[in-house]
């Protein structure tokens, strides 16, 4: 989430990546097509400086022929113009030490392949085109099992949700940036206005991305000159609380990797967060992992049997909390598309190996967690297209992603395009969706009628435009999450005035 605000602000000033220096000699990028499904195939740059000098960021430029174009995308930034589409690093893989390498993939329909590749406006490695030869392609039978026959799950969602007090039906839920500064303007915790249902603060992170141990402070003062005293934080914390409002720790964001890979980080995880839901008085906890955080071990294809250590260990933890503060805590998540959505076309590394090991590592854990999430809020943004249950690929931006996205969680969906391997819908109380607060705030920003539009289709079954919900009518459909509230207040609370009083008239 954090790099949607540099990503915003780069946009406002004008910035372009073009304009970065030049790297030094021997920098390099070379490319292989990691698999081939005939209407597709996924892409991988693997970038390597064989200098003597470390470089500090990078940007690649390719074309694609017309026809052919990009889909999800992992580990950069994309922006694209036309045919030509251009990936620069994210803020954990913009260094490259000499003699290191870092990389970034992507999936593409169509069958062209990059030409014309530059590496911050140099030939990527000698040449006009990308380099490196294609790896061999998997035979037929490795490409998705999604089929346009294949008919979407029927099982309907558990009708009893579990007691949760203080919650309106329809709930408006946003992140506080409140441990570091930020291009919106700090936002003391008293200033928040009281249509916000649930305030996530903004992060909890770990002292080393494998440690387990998380901390959240406020903002040092020589960052957010208006910050308040910790009592003063508190205080609107217990002041909100009586309101009945909910205000929870996230942990991770952009930044925040977080790997428990052990049973020690796994219990210094519980203990670390234990100690910061202790000392604020915090209503429970938001799992906001990106980037690393989690992904799959070879040969664990088993959404609902997972043995990767890092899920395994994150599923103990916070199930070990969720025991320890009871009935009352309130967990909710927010993973991006990559991770929850995508998992209907690929899952992990798959059953061949060579995908990114982290498509659909979410789905373990919603799955294992389903009788404690409070809400899944997916991150409907800065997200490439994405498959829906009408096997059609589905853009952010406008109301048919949303619905799309949202749908599968309530319908449920094959994992792989496994029919016998079925991620089981969610209640409608349990299932939001996210959008940016203003187009400062993320890619893929909707203006509140898309978004309202989105929802009556959920909830009404009106509005739908091409997209027929496979889940039917959802009136318990929790509500709306963005990022951020401190966004929304820089312009002029667009998000909470629109959207508030909409989703207090739903029935």
């Known amino acids: 989430m954090v790099v ?67 889909g999800s995308y992992w580990d950069a930034l994309l922006s694209s113009s036309g045919q030509r589409f251009t990936f620069s690093n994210r803020s954990w893989n913009g260094l490259i030490a000499p003699g290191g390498s870092v990389s970034f993939g992507f999936l593409a329909s169509g069958s062209g392949s990059p030409v014309g590749c530059l590496l911050n406006g140099q030939a990527c ?111 609107a914390i217990r002041a909100k609380q009586q309101q009945g409002k909910k205000v929870l720790i996230s942990i991770g964001g952009q930044n925040g990797q977080v790997q428990l890979t052990t049973t020690a980080a796994r219990d210094a995880f519980v203990r670390s967060v234990g100690a910061i839901i202790d000392r604020y008085g915090l ?40 025991q320890r503060y009871g009935a009352d805590f309130v967990l909710t998540m927010a993973p991006e598309t990559f991770f929850v959505q995508l998992g209907y076309q690929y899952y992990g590394s798959g059953p061949w190996g060579g995908q990114d090991p982290r498509a659909g590592s979410y789905l373990p854990v919603i799955h294992a967690l389903r009788n404690d999430i409070t809400v899944l809020h997916v991150q409907d943004y800065n997200s490439g297209p994405i498959m829906g249950l009408d096997n059609q690929y589905h853009t952010m931006g406008g109301a048919d992603f949303h619905i799309a996205m ?42 509140p009628p898309g978004v309202q539009a989105a929802v009556n289709c959920l909830v009404r079954g009106a509005s739908c435009g091409g997209y027929a919900p ?24 667009e998000f909470k005035n629109n959207h508030e009083p909409f989703l207090n008239a739903l029935p």
């Open 4 to 70: 949607a605000v540099v990503a915003g602000l780069v946009a406002a000033l004008g910035v372009v990546w073009g304009q970065l220096p030049a790297f030094a000699a021997g920098v390099t990028a070379s490319f292989v097509r990691v698999s081939d499904w005939g209407s597709g195939w996924e892409g991988r740059y693997t970038i390597t400086n064989g200098g003597s000098t470390a470089v500090s960021s990078w940007s690649l430029v390719f074309d694609l022929p017309a026809g052919t174009s990009v």
């Open 125 to 235: 490695g000698g040449g006009t085109g990308p380099t490196g030869s294609p790896t061999a392609t998997p035979t037929a039978s490795a490409s998705p099992t999604v089929s346009p026959t294949t008919p979407p799950p029927t099982t309907p969602p558990p009708t009893t949700p579990p007691p949760v007090g203080g919650l309106p039906k329809h709930a408006l839920i946003g992140y506080l940036h409140a441990s570091f500064a930020n291009g919106s303007g700090y936002l003391r915790m008293a200033d928040v206005p009281a249509e916000w249902d649930i305030i996530n603060l903004a992060f909890g992170e770990p002292t080393s991305v494998t440690s387990g141990d998380i901390r959240f402070q406020l903002c040092p003062v020589s960052e957010c000159p208006s910050v308040e005293t910790e009592a003063e934080f508190i205080a």
């Open 283 to 322: 209503d429970g906890l938001d799992i906001d992992f990106e980037g690393h955080s989690l992904s799959l071990n070879t040969g664990d294809t088993d959404f609902k049997n997972p043995t990767t250590p890092v899920i395994v260990n994150l599923i103990s933890a916070v199930r070990t909390l969720k």
């Open 406 to 447: 949202t749908d599968m969680l309530l319908a449920g969906f094959p994992v792989a395009g496994n029919t016998a391997n079925v991620f089981p819908p969610l209640r409608p109380d349990q299932v939001a969706f996210g959008t940016p607060a203003s187009t400062s705030a993320g890619n893929g920003y909707v203006a």
């Open 470 to 493: 496979r889940s039917g009518t959802s009136p318990g459909f929790r509500g709306l999450m963005t990022w951020s509230i401190n966004w929304d207040r820089y312009y002029g609370w």
